[in-house]
């Protein structure tokens, strides 16, 4: 049994009359240790699954598994320490806490946390060793987005989850923030999952799902995948 | 470990002092009325129980109708659980202070007490060595009485002019007379006080006189009430009660046990009280009964002797008059006689009087038979001369026509004659010829014509002929006729003569007899002259004998005369000697049913619930914790509404932050504490401040606003804190604010993290009604249509809104209408269109010295006596008047002591339509004159007549007195009715527009006045 398993997920919003299945059928598996990144067209229903993996948001049928327990059928106070011990989140726009310094935004989430990294260590970690005290209004894009995925590894979490994490982000920045969670997972044995809808970053990934219209069109595995710095886009 | 939770939370409060702020504001607002107003009624009844232990007042008055004797106080001092005992002299009266009158009540003071007592300096707690002075004054200006006849007053109340130290009150009557109660009548103020006894300075009790409310109590000396007057009231107090909270249960219960042990001993002090008064007037009374005997055997004895008197008078009276009849009966039969022999006399007289008479009557009808004939002879003979003359001048101017008549006619016949014969020659010459000729022929016709006229002619001549025959014969007739009349007159006239000379001879016999009568007349004459020489020779005799008798008679008028006023004064000195003692039993009589029926006296036990003062100011401190019942919870409401809208902004604004500590596992019961954390901070702290603020200044600003009503000394800061009603009131404030902000986030907090990390799905617009009216929408612009929608959408804000402003609206309409309702009650009641009250002043009579009471009539003027006495718009009152009457706020009775006519004046300057002014004093204006200026007031036209002088309107107009000069405006003329008034003379005029017509009421009427301006 794979680390993940989406077994014929599906994720059905209901709009007054109008049905909208933005994950029709979903099934594929991602092994632990693994980086994997999940590509597809805008609208096809990523951000979804990724929400659905990570316990914030409920299935409509289907099975979801995250290392032989039944994710889909958590009742909300078991998703609430799904999403507290199991599960680190990038947000797509970063969400941190506009009162809090980088370094109580990442205290915020270690504080709960079972066996949670030290926070100023994470932040050196990447790179933000000398801004611990700033407020997220006083950080640039790419370093509140360096914050945030700061604040999800610091929780020490099985399952790395990133909504396009590089998507406000140049490509320098992107490069950077990339290298760091290709290197979480390298060197941190940490699954990661990445959203994207940038195909160059397939290079990078152990596994690809490419995404269309709320199915798994098709899955890759890349047994060499190249570093981050060597990406180009 | 530093806990970015709690850091986050403070950072929080820090980003947004205004909500903070504004949920700590209206919750200290609630949690501080609620506890102020709950507190204030209790520290008014604080503030009021230190007044009272401070100032010792009573807790028990005792009263009785018959009053106190000094040992009966001192029984009720031994009463069991008595503390002290304090006997009263009080009475109430009318009496005038600065032109004024008010009913007073006149209360006794221990002078030396008073002046010894010291007062702390919240004027609350007045120290004094005698304990049982209680009722301790406070004074407040000027100082202690300290000679016969000052007086104290009440500081605290209101009055038209403000009293001064030294002004004087003239007391003018009581309830009852004032002799033998008070022992002077004027007293100077010496100085001003407060009373705990009277803490209401509106309410000081209620009393017979005036209008029935006490306006002013005096506090006098003991020695200017009469010396052998009891005790009115005596006060007391209970042991042990100073120590409770006046008007609590405990302090009741204390002075309850006490009041009915008195009340227990009540009876037998009556009984006591009725025994010593019923003993005290029976000795009075008896001694004027012995009065009473002696007065009345003397009083007899006087009567009796003048009865005597005047019987002897009576019987002389009588004896006289019975002489004076006889005399009477002879006079009448003498006069009888004489006139009987007078009348025999006189008829003589009158039988001889009565022949002559006839004699001359015949005498006279044969004269005058006599002349007549004789001036009918002389008639007739004058007429007969008269003829002859005149038929003799005729005959003598006719004969000599007739005879030339005679000659010429004689004369012409025979002339005649002679041509007649020429005719009869030519006639037989003719017929000659005619023989001649042949018959037939020409000739022969022509003579025969010549015949026939020679034939014609000689008729004709032997006419002429025989007419003058006629002439002549005629004519010596005549001559013959006037010979022959002649001589028959001459025949009358020779006829006449020989009548009158018998006539003469008949008048001689008729001169004799004449003569004969004149000698009878004479005897005649001279027979009367007898006759009445008797007759007034007779009446002068019985005339002097008359006179003789009505002087005896006028004697013996006077006599009854002075015997009749003799008599009546007798009657009328019995009649009201009679009377005096009848009265007198009488008086006495009732005097011993008085005392007889002297009743058993009322005694009151009354504790301080009695009290107009006490109970009204715990009256209106109860009525606090009334309001403190409801009106705070409407600023919990508000403080619900406010925490509500500003905790889901809040919620809302934070859903991001909601959902990314959701995503990394904070539990939604944390992130709830949170914003239950935010509510608790702010609702605590502006509950403790509220409360801390609001529970001093709101007691103290009540208890300022009804120092106006009462006299109880502001307790000083700070002030007790009630830690009940404390913790109540915060627990009501911090938990209203905790549940409506776990309402507020209570429906975020259930989304997905998924959901939160998405602005929330605004709530879809739905098509309003109004979009249907497509050209109105088209035209309304964009942001009008946002607004339109939003109102819509967001029902619950819209709700909110209605709500929070319906409630503010109300808040205010509440207090605005209050205000006006309770106006319109005072305009209904006087004013407006159908007041149940409709005069301003009301005149009645009190009884004068004889008792009676004088009547009111209508259609006299009172206007200028109601001038005199009344200020209209500052009424002042009249007492002892008419009674059982409503009253007009403020105005009081007015009453008709003096003397003259009075009237009836009901309505009198009432407004009774809109336009209708009223007098108002005082003299305004700069250019017043005279004391009886008056402006008006009220919603219709002034006429300015001259400087200062307006008059009145009453459904008339204002009008100037034509004369001007305003020493004659004496009265006003007052026009009653309504509409106009026009035109008109002499006191007649009519109203127009209106059916209605003026009555002119009082004043005389004035051409000018009525005239249009
Ligand atoms: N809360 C929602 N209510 C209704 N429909 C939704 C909701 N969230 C997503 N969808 C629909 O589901 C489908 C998948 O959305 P999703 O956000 O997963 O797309 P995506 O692949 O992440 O696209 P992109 O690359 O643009 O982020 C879309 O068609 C979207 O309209
Ligand atoms: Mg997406």
Same mark, same amino acid.
């Given at each position: 049994?794979?680390?993940?398993?989406?077994?014929?997920?599906?994720?059905?919003?209901?709009?007054?009359?109008?049905?909208?299945?933005?994950?029709?059928?979903?099934?594929?598996?991602?092994?632990?240790?693994?980086?994997?990144?999940?590509?597809?067209?805008?609208?096809?229903?990523?951000?979804?699954?990724?929400?659905?993996?990570?316990?914030?948001?409920?299935?409509?049928?289907? !099975?979801?598994?995250?290392?032989?327990?039944?994710?889909?059928?958590?009742?909300?106070?078991?998703? !609430?320490?799904?999403?507290?011990?199991?599960?680190?989140?990038?947000?797509?726009?970063?969400?941190?806490?506009?009162?809090?310094?980088?370094?109580?935004?990442?205290?915020?989430?270690?504080?709960?946390?079972?066996?949670?990294?030290?926070?100023?260590?994470?932040?050196?970690?990447?790179?933000?060793?000398?801004?611990?005290?700033?407020?997220?209004?006083?950080?640039?894009?790419?370093?509140?987005?360096?914050?945030?995925?700061?604040?999800?590894?610091?929780?020490?979490?099985?399952?790395?989850?990133?909504?396009?994490? !590089?998507?406000?982000?140049?490509?320098?920045?992107?490069?950077?923030?990339?290298?760091?969670?290709?290197?979480?997972?390298?060197?941190?044995?940490?699954?990661?999952?990445?959203?994207?809808?940038?195909? /160059?970053?397939?290079?990078?990934?152990?596994?690809?799902?490419?995404?269309?219209?709320?199915? /798994?069109?098709?899955?890759? !595995?890349?047994?060499?995948?190249?570093?981050?710095?060597?990406?180009?886009? | 470990?530093?806990?970015?939770?709690?850091?986050?939370?403070?950072?929080?409060?820090?980003?947004?002092?205004?909500?903070?702020?504004?949920?700590?504001?209206?919750?200290?607002?609630?949690?501080?009325?609620?506890?102020?107003?709950?507190?204030?009624?209790?520290?008014?009844?604080?503030?009021?129980?230190?007044?009272?232990?401070?100032?010792?007042?009573?807790?028990?008055?005792? @009263?009785?109708?018959?009053?106190?004797?000094?040992?009966?106080?001192?029984? #009720?001092?031994?009463?069991?659980?008595?503390?002290?005992?304090?006997?009263?002299?009080?009475?109430?009266?009318?009496?005038?202070?600065?032109?004024?009158?008010?009913?007073?009540?006149?209360?006794?003071?221990?002078?030396?007490?008073?002046?010894?007592?010291? #007062?702390?300096?919240?004027?609350?707690?007045?120290? *004094?060595?005698?304990?049982?002075?209680?009722?301790?004054?406070?004074?407040?200006?000027?100082?202690?009485?300290?000679?016969?006849?000052?007086?104290?007053?009440?500081?605290?109340?209101?009055?038209?002019?403000?009293?001064?130290?030294?002004?004087?009150?003239?007391?003018?009557?009581? +309830?009852?007379?004032?002799?033998?109660?008070?022992?002077?009548?004027?007293?100077?103020?010496?100085?001003? @006080?407060?009373?705990?006894?009277?803490?209401?300075?509106?309410?000081?009790?209620?009393?017979?006189?005036?209008?029935?409310?006490?306006?002013?109590?005096?506090?006098?000396?003991?020695?200017?009430?009469?010396?052998?007057?009891?005790? +009115?009231?005596?006060?007391?107090?209970?042991?042990?009660?100073?120590?409770?909270?006046?008007?609590?249960?405990?302090?009741?219960?204390?002075?309850?046990?006490?009041?009915?042990?008195?009340?227990?001993?009540?009876?037998?002090?009556?009984?006591?009280?009725?025994?010593? @008064?019923?003993?005290?007037?029976?000795?009075?009374?008896?001694?004027?009964?012995?009065?009473?005997?002696?007065?009345?055997?003397?009083?007899?004895?006087?009567?009796?002797?003048?009865?005597?008197?005047?019987?002897?008078?009576?019987?002389?009276?009588?004896?006289?008059?019975?002489?004076?009849?006889? $005399?009477?009966?002879?006079?009448?039969?003498?006069?009888?006689?004489?006139?009987?022999?007078?009348?025999?006399?006189?008829?003589?007289?009158?039988?001889?009087?009565? %022949?002559?008479?006839?004699?001359?009557?015949?005498?006279?009808?044969?004269?005058?038979?006599?002349?007549?004939?004789?001036?009918?002879?002389?008639?007739?003979?004058?007429?007969?001369?008269?003829?002859? %003359?005149?038929?003799?001048?005729?005959?003598?101017?006719?004969?000599?026509?007739?005879?030339?008549?005679?000659?010429?006619?004689?004369?012409?016949?025979?002339?005649?004659?002679?041509?007649?014969?020429?005719?009869?020659?030519?006639?037989?010459?003719?017929?000659?010829?005619?023989?001649?000729?042949?018959?037939?022929?020409?000739?022969?016709?022509?003579?025969?014509?010549?015949?026939?006229? #020679?034939?014609?002619?000689?008729?004709?001549?032997?006419?002429?002929?025989?007419?003058?025959?006629?002439?002549?014969?005629?004519?010596?007739?005549?001559?013959?006729?006037?010979?022959?009349?002649?001589?028959?007159?001459?025949?009358?006239?020779?006829?006449?003569?020989?009548?009158?000379?018998?006539?003469?001879?008949?008048?001689?016999?008729?001169?004799?007899?004449?003569?004969?009568?004149?000698?009878?007349?004479?005897?005649?004459?001279?027979?009367?002259?007898?006759?009445?020489?008797?007759?007034?020779?007779?009446?002068?005799?019985?005339?002097?004998?008359?006179?003789?008798?009505?002087?005896?008679?006028?004697?013996?008028?006077?006599?009854?005369?002075?015997?009749?006023?003799?008599?009546?004064?007798?009657?009328?000195?019995?009649?009201?000697?009679?009377?005096?003692?009848?009265?007198?039993?009488?008086?006495?009589? *009732?005097?011993?049913?008085?005392?007889?029926?002297?009743?058993?006296?009322?005694?009151?036990?009354?504790?301080? +619930?009695?009290?107009?003062?006490?109970?009204?100011?715990?009256?209106?401190?109860?009525?606090?914790?009334?309001?403190?019942?409801?009106?705070?919870?409407?600023?919990?409401?508000?403080?619900?509404?406010?925490?509500?809208?500003?905790?889901?902004?809040?919620?809302?604004?934070?859903?991001?932050?909601?959902?990314?500590?959701?995503?990394?596992?904070? $539990?939604?019961?944390?992130?709830?504490?949170?914003?239950?954390?935010?509510?608790?901070?702010? $609702?605590?702290?502006?509950?403790?401040?509220?409360?801390?603020?609001?529970?001093?200044?709101?007691?103290?600003?009540?208890?300022?606003?009804?120092?106006?009503?009462?006299?109880?000394?502001?307790?000083?800061?700070?002030?007790? @804190?009630?830690?009940?009603?404390?913790?109540?009131?915060?627990?009501?404030?911090?938990?209203?604010?905790?549940?409506?902000?776990? &309402?507020?986030?209570?429906?975020?907090?259930?989304?997905?993290?998924? +959901?939160?990390?998405?602005?929330?799905?605004?709530?879809?617009?739905?098509?309003?009604?109004?979009?249907?009216?497509?050209?109105?929408?088209?035209?309304?612009?964009?942001?009008?249509?946002?607004?339109?929608?939003?109102?819509?959408?967001?029902?619950?804000?819209?709700?909110?809104?209605?709500?929070?402003?319906?409630?503010?609206?109300?808040?205010?309409?509440?207090?605005?209408?209050?205000?006006?309702?309770?106006?319109?009650?005072?305009?209904?009641?006087?004013?407006?269109?159908?007041?149940?009250?409709?005069?301003?002043?009301?005149?009645?009579?009190?009884?004068?010295?004889?008792?009676?009471?004088?009547? &009111?009539? =209508?259609?006299?003027?009172?206007?200028?006596?109601?001038?005199?006495?009344?200020?209209?718009?500052?009424?002042?009152?009249?007492?002892?008047?008419?009674?059982?009457?409503?009253?007009?706020?403020?105005?009081?009775?007015?009453?008709?002591?003096?003397?003259?006519?009075?009237?009836?004046?009901?309505?009198?300057?009432?407004?009774?339509?809109?336009?209708?002014?009223?007098?108002?004093?005082?003299? =305004?204006?700069?250019?017043?004159?005279?004391?009886?200026?008056?402006?008006?007031?009220?919603?219709?036209?002034?006429?300015?007549?001259?400087?200062?002088?307006?008059?009145?309107?009453?459904?008339?107009?204002?009008?100037?007195?034509?004369?001007?000069?305003?020493?004659?405006?004496?009265?006003?003329?007052?026009?009653?009715?309504?509409?106009?008034?026009?035109?008109?003379?002499?006191?007649?005029?009519?109203?127009?527009?209106?059916?209605?017509?003026?009555?002119?009421?009082?004043?005389?009427?004035?051409?000018?006045?009525?005239?249009?301006?």
């Amino acid at each position: 049994m794979a680390f993940v398993e989406f077994s014929d997920v599906r994720k059905t919003y209901r709009m007054g009359e109008v049905e909208v299945h933005a994950v029709d059928g979903m099934s594929f598996s991602i092994e632990e240790g693994e980086l994997c990144v999940i590509v597809g067209p805008s609208g096809a229903g990523k951000t979804t699954v990724l929400n659905m993996l990570g316990g914030m948001d409920s299935c409509t049928s289907g !099975t979801i598994s995250l290392d032989g327990r039944e994710v889909s059928s958590f009742s909300p106070r078991e998703l !609430t320490l799904y999403r507290r011990y199991d599960v680190g989140f990038v947000f797509q726009f970063y969400n941190l806490v506009q009162n809090l310094t980088a370094l109580e935004n990442v205290e915020l989430a270690s504080q709960i946390g079972r066996d949670p990294l030290d926070p100023a260590g994470v932040l050196a970690e990447v790179g933000l060793g000398n801004r611990l005290d700033n407020f997220p209004a006083q950080l640039s894009g790419g370093e509140q987005q360096r914050v945030a995925i700061a604040r999800a590894i610091a929780k020490n979490p099985k399952l790395l989850l990133c909504d396009e994490p !590089t998507g406000a982000l140049d490509y320098t920045t992107g490069k950077q923030v990339l290298s760091i969670l290709q290197r979480t997972c390298v060197e941190g044995g940490r699954t990661v999952a990445i959203v994207t809808h940038n195909q /160059a970053f397939e290079a990078i990934a152990n596994r690809v799902i490419h995404i269309r219209e709320g199915r /798994a069109a098709a899955v890759e !595995t890349n047994s060499r995948p190249a570093g981050a710095d060597t990406l180009e886009w | 470990m530093r806990n970015p939770f709690g850091t986050e939370l403070w950072r929080t409060i820090a980003h947004s002092w205004g909500r903070f702020l504004a949920i700590a504001g209206i919750v200290a607002l609630g949690c501080g009325f609620y506890a102020g107003l709950r507190m204030t009624g209790a520290d008014m009844r604080a503030a009021g129980d230190a007044f009272y232990d401070g100032t010792s007042l009573y807790d028990v008055r005792l @009263v009785s109708t018959l009053g106190f004797s000094r040992e009966q106080a001192d029984e #009720v001092k031994s009463v069991d659980g008595v503390e002290q005992v304090m006997g009263d002299y009080a009475t109430d009266v009318m009496a005038t202070l600065n032109d004024e009158r008010y009913a007073i009540r006149v209360m006794s003071l221990d002078v030396g007490d008073a002046s010894a007592s010291t #007062v702390d300096a919240t004027g609350t707690t007045v120290a *004094s060595d005698d304990p049982g002075y209680l009722n301790r004054l406070v004074l407040a200006e000027g100082s202690w009485p300290t000679e016969p006849g000052q007086c104290v007053l009440s500081a605290d109340r209101v009055m038209g002019t403000p009293i001064e130290v030294g002004d004087t009150v003239e007391v003018l009557y009581g +309830t009852a007379s004032l002799d033998g109660v008070l022992e002077r009548r004027t007293f100077t103020v010496s100085g001003l @006080v407060h009373s705990s006894a009277y803490v209401s300075s509106v309410a000081l009790g209620y009393t017979s006189l005036g209008s029935g409310v006490i306006q002013q109590y005096m506090y006098v000396s003991p020695d200017s009430f009469s010396a052998d007057l009891p005790y +009115t009231e005596l006060y007391v107090t209970v042991r042990g009660a100073s120590e409770q909270f006046s008007g609590a249960d405990g302090y009741q219960s204390t002075v309850d046990v006490v009041s009915s042990r008195l009340d227990d001993q009540a009876p037998a002090l009556a009984a006591s009280r009725l025994a010593e @008064v019923r003993r005290k007037a029976q000795n009075e009374l008896d001694s004027k009964r012995d009065d009473y005997e002696e007065q009345k055997a003397d009083a007899e004895d006087q009567l009796a002797d003048a009865k005597a008197q005047l019987d002897d008078a009576l019987a002389k009276l009588e004896s006289s008059e019975a002489t004076i009849a006889s $005399s009477e009966e002879e006079l009448a039969a003498a006069r009888e006689e004489a006139y009987a022999r007078l009348a025999d006399a006189k008829d003589e007289l009158l039988s001889t009087e009565e %022949a002559l008479d006839d004699g001359a009557g015949q005498l006279a009808d044969a004269q005058s038979q006599l002349d007549a004939k004789r001036d009918e002879a002389e008639q007739a003979k004058a007429g007969l001369e008269a003829k002859l %003359a005149d038929a003799q001048r005729h005959y003598d101017e006719a004969k000599p026509q007739i005879e030339a008549g005679i000659a010429q006619a004689t004369a012409t016949k025979a002339d005649l004659g002679r041509q007649r014969a020429e005719a009869q020659d030519q006639k037989a010459q003719l017929e000659a010829l005619l023989k001649t000729q042949t018959e037939g022929s020409a000739e022969y016709q022509a003579t025969e014509a010549k015949i026939d006229a #020679v034939a014609a002619a000689i008729a004709k001549l032997d006419e002429g002929i025989g007419a003058a025959q006629a002439t002549i014969d005629d004519l010596a007739k005549r001559q013959a006729d006037a010979e022959g009349g002649i001589a028959q007159l001459e025949g009358g006239i020779s006829k006449a003569e020989a009548g009158l000379a018998a006539i003469a001879q008949g008048q001689a016999t008729l001169d004799g007899k004449s003569a004969e009568l004149a000698s009878g007349r004479e005897q005649l004459e001279a027979g009367w002259d007898t006759y009445y020489e008797q007759r007034d020779e007779a009446e002068s005799q019985l005339a002097d004998a008359a006179d003789q008798i009505a002087s005896g008679k006028e004697e013996l008028a006077s006599g009854w005369d002075e015997y009749d006023s003799g008599k009546a004064e007798y009657d009328s000195n019995a009649a009201d000697v009679d009377a005096r003692l009848s009265d007198a039993a009488q008086q006495l009589a *009732s005097a011993q049913a008085d005392i007889d029926a002297i009743a058993s006296p009322d005694v009151y036990v009354l504790d301080r +619930t009695k009290s107009t003062g006490v109970s009204n100011y715990h009256d209106d401190s109860v009525r606090i914790d009334n309001i403190a019942a409801v009106f705070p919870f409407i600023f919990f409401l508000v403080a619900a509404l406010v925490s509500l809208t500003t905790m889901t902004r809040m919620v809302e604004d934070e859903r991001v932050d909601i959902g990314t500590h959701k995503a990394l596992g904070f $539990s939604t019961a944390r992130i709830t504490a949170k914003y239950l954390a935010y509510a608790a901070i702010a $609702s605590v702290s502006g509950a403790v401040l509220g409360i801390a603020v609001l529970s001093q200044v709101l007691p103290a600003v009540v208890e300022k606003a009804y120092a106006i009503i009462y006299d109880v000394p502001a307790q000083a800061f700070p002030l007790p @804190v009630d830690p009940a009603i404390s913790l109540l009131a915060a627990g009501l404030g911090v938990g209203i604010t905790l549940g409506a902000t776990w &309402l507020a986030a209570a429906a975020t907090l259930r989304e997905v993290p998924a +959901t939160l990390m998405l602005p929330r799905a605004p709530k879809a617009g739905k098509r309003i009604l109004l979009e249907r009216l497509g050209p109105l929408w088209r035209r309304t612009s964009f942001s009008w249509k946002v607004t339109l929608r939003n109102l819509f959408r967001y029902k619950r804000r819209l709700a909110m809104t209605v709500v929070g402003i319906a409630g503010c609206t109300a808040l205010l309409l509440t207090g605005l209408g209050l205000h006006d309702a309770i106006w319109d009650i005072i305009d209904n009641q006087f004013e407006g269109a159908n007041p149940v009250f409709r005069f301003n002043v009301e005149v009645g009579t009190r009884p004068g010295r004889d008792g009676r009471r004088r009547r &009111l009539r =209508r259609g006299v003027p009172l206007g200028p006596w109601l001038r005199r006495r009344v200020h209209l718009g500052r009424q002042r009152e009249h007492a002892g008047l008419v009674r059982g009457t409503p009253r007009h706020p403020g105005g009081e009775r007015h009453g008709a002591a003096g003397r003259g006519q009075l009237r009836v004046v009901r309505g009198h300057a009432r407004p009774r339509h809109p336009a209708a002014h009223r007098l108002r004093r005082p003299l =305004r204006g700069p250019h017043r004159e005279g004391r009886d200026a008056a402006w008006a007031r009220g919603g219709g036209h002034l006429h300015r007549v001259r400087p200062g002088r307006h008059r009145q309107r009453q459904g008339g107009r204002l009008c100037p007195h034509p004369h001007g000069h305003h020493r004659e405006l004496r009265l006003p003329l007052l026009l009653r009715g309504r509409g106009r008034l026009s035109g008109g003379d002499g006191a007649r005029f009519r109203a127009a527009r209106d059916p209605l017509p003026h009555r002119l009421r009082r004043g005389r009427a004035c051409p000018a006045l009525l005239r249009p301006p």
